[in-house]
Each structure stands twice: as structure tokens, then as C-alpha cells.
């Protein structure tokens, strides 16, 4: 029986340390379908406003961060999780050191 899947038992190890003024990441999964990505952030970096021309999934593994959705200023943690439409505007602000996981929905991609 041929065994098909990504199994990682625990995604907060997945960076032992992250770099100082850092961000990092890393392809966990990648298909036709999605792709998963696994960022670290160093306390204090961002990622400032931008978009997606696809669905996408914000789930914070690990630490605290300030999340902007459109007009929105939220407050994260781990086990936050977040749905984004195509088109909206988004970042992130590490206020710990943070591990979160980013899910982009290929199948969802407007086309242009």
C-alpha cells in the first residue's frame, strides 16, 4: 500500500531557532491544489501590508502577533486561525517570536 500524505507530529519544532531580525520559511507541502508554507518571525519583525490573488490560511502555531485584515487590527495567539478572501489586504507583526503556518488555496485563484 503506497502511503500518500505529510506527516509532521509537531509544527512549533519545525525551527529550533529563529535568526535574530529574522524571517524564515519553509515549503512544507506544495501541490496543484495548495501550499503549505511554515514562517518564523523574530519578535519585532513584520510582514507589512500586502495581498493574495488566492484563498489563504493564517494558523499561529506559536507565540504572539498582531494580525491587520482589511480595515481590522487583531490580536493572535497560538491556535488562532484565520480564512482570507482573494484581494485582502493583510500583515503581520511579531510581537514574540511567532511560528505560524500560511495554507494558500491554488484551486481558489481568480484568474486575470
Known amino acids: 500500500m503506497i502511503k500518500n500524505y505529510t506527516y509532521i507530529a509537531d509544527l512549533s519544532k519545525e525551527f529550533q531557532e529563529i535568526p535574530t531580525d529574522s524571517i524564515i ?3 512544507l507541502y506544495n501541490d496543484e491544489q495548495l501550499k503549505a508554507v ?5 519578535q519585532g519583525q513584520e510582514l507589512t501590508e ?3 490573488s488566492m484563498p489563504a490560511i493564517i494558523h499561529i502555531i506559536k507565540g504572539e502577533a498582531r494580525l491587520t ?3 481590522d487590527l487583531k490580536e493572535a495567539e497560538a491556535g488562532v486561525w ?3 478572501p482573494p484581494g485582502l489586504p ?4 511579531a510581537k514574540t ?3 505560524m503556518l500560511l495554507i494558500l ?5 481568480q484568474k486575470r
Open 25 to 27: 520559511s519553509r515549503t
Open 38 to 42: 511554515l514562517f518564523g518571525f523574530a
Open 50 to 52: 500586502h495581498t493574495s
Open 69 to 71: 485584515l482589511g480595515d
Open 82 to 84: 484565520v480564512h482570507m
Open 90 to 93: 493583510h500583515g503581520i507583526y
Open 97 to 99: 517570536p511567532v511560528v
Open 105 to 109: 488555496v491554488k484551486s481558489g485563484e
